[in-house]
C-alpha cells in the first residue's frame, strides 16, 4: 500500500512520490509483497497521481497485473478507508504501508482504529527534502487530530 504524494503536470512523480514508488517496488522485487495498491487524488494536470506511480512501478519491473488503485485517496483518512474496504475485497490479511518516515505513525493509527494491522516502511529517500521541516510540523498536528477526533465525536 503506497501513498500519493504528488504527480506534476506532465505525469512525472515529484521526488517525494517516485522515492515511496520505488521502495515500494523494492519491496515487490524481492518478494516482501505479492501486489502493490496506490492511493491518491488528481496530479497537477490531466494525469492522476496514481496512473503516475502505476508508470513508475511498471518501468521499475512490476507486472501490470500486480497493481491496483484508489483513484479517491484524496486524504490520508480517505485512503485508509477506501483501502480497508479493497483489502476486505481481496481478503488480504497482511499489509504493509509505504510513506515517509514523518508519516507513518498517524497511518499506523488511522489503519489501528479501522481495526487492520499494519506494518510501516519508510520510503527511501534519494535526498533530504526541502520541505521536511513543514512536513513534520504538519504531521505533529495531524497526529493529534487523528488522536482526539474519537474522543470529540463520542
Known amino acids: 500500500m503506497v501513498l500519493g504524494a504528488r504527480a506534476y503536470a506532465d505525469g512525472r512523480p515529484s521526488d517525494a512520490l517516485a522515492d515511496r514508488v520505488r521502495t515500494a517496488c523494492a519491496l515487490y522485487r524481492d518478494g516482501t509483497v505479492r501486489s502493490l495498491l496506490f492511493s ?4 497537477d494536470g490531466a494525469i492522476h497521481e496514481t496512473e503516475s506511480m502505476r508508470r513508475l512501478a511498471i518501468q521499475l519491473g ?5 497493481i491496483r488503485v484508489d483513484l479517491e485517496g484524496l486524504t490520508s483518512q480517505k485512503t485508509v478507508e477506501n483501502t480497508c474496504r479493497a483489502f476486505d475485497q481481496l481478503d488480504v490479511q497482511r499489509v504493509i504501508v509505504v510513506s515517509h518516515f514523518y508519516h507513518l505513525p498517524r497511518l499506523k493509527l488511522a489503519y489501528h482504529r479501522a481495526g487492520r494491522e499494519v ?11 526541502r520541505q521536511l521541516p513543514f512536513n513534520m510540523a504538519r504531521e505533529i498536528a495531524a497526529l493529534w487530530v487523528y488522536y482526539f477526533r474519537p474522543l470529540a465525536s463520542a
Open 40 to 43: 491518491g487524488g488528481p496530479g
Open 62 to 66: 512490476v507486472k501490470s497485473d500486480d
Open 119 to 129: 506494518w510501516t516502511v519508510p520510503a527511501r529517500e534519494s535526498y533530504l527534502l
